[in-house]
C-alpha cells in the first residue's frame, strides 16, 4: 500500500511564503514524476507544477518565478516553495506521483493541504 502525506499548508498574508511537503511511503520500488496541483472554491483543479525522476520541471503560467519545485529522492519526497503568495493561490492543494510498488504502477495523490492568502 502506497501513502502520500502532505503537510505544510496554513494561512498566510499576501507576499509571504510557505513550503509544502508531501512524503511517499510504502512498498514503493520507484517513484517517477511527481507533482502539485491545487483548487479553489468552484473551480476545476490545476496543474501548479511537476518534476521528472531526474529533476526536470514545468510550472503553471500563473506561478512561475514565484514558486519552486523541488524533490529528495532519497526520502521519496517532493517539495513546492511559494513565495510572494497572492490571494489568488488560495486552494487545496495536492501532491500526485506516479510510483511503480508492489501492485504496479500507478498514480497516487495525497489528501490536500489548505492554502489560504489573506490579509
Known amino acids: 500500500q502506497v501513502q502520500l502525506v502532505e503537510s505544510g499548508g496554513g494561512l498566510v498574508q499576501p507576499g509571504g511564503s510557505l513550503r509544502l511537503s508531501c512524503a511517499a511511503s510504502?512498498?514503493?520500488?520507484?517513484?517517477?514524476?511527481m507533482g502539485w496541483y491545487r483548487q479553489a472554491p468552484g473551480k476545476q483543479r490545476e496543474t501548479v507544477a511537476h518534476?521528472?525522476?531526474?529533476?526536470?520541471?514545468n510550472y503553471a503560467d500563473s506561478v512561475k518565478g514565484r514558486f519552486t519545485i523541488s524533490r529528495d529522492n532519497a526520502k521519496n519526497t517532493v517539495y513546492l516553495q511559494m513565495n510572494s503568495l497572492k490571494p489568488e493561490d488560495t486552494a487545496v492543494y495536492y501532491c500526485?506521483?506516479?510510483?511503480?510498488?508492489?501492485?504496479?504502477?500507478?498514480?497516487?495523490w495525497g489528501q490536500g493541504t489548505q492554502v489560504t492568502v489573506s490579509s
Open positions: 500526485k506521483a506516479v510510483i511503480t510498488s508492489g501492485s504496479g504502477y500507478g498514480n497516487y
Open positions: 518534476i521528472t525522476s531526474g529533476g526536470g520541471t
Open positions: 510504502g512498498s514503493i520500488f520507484s517513484v517517477h514524476t
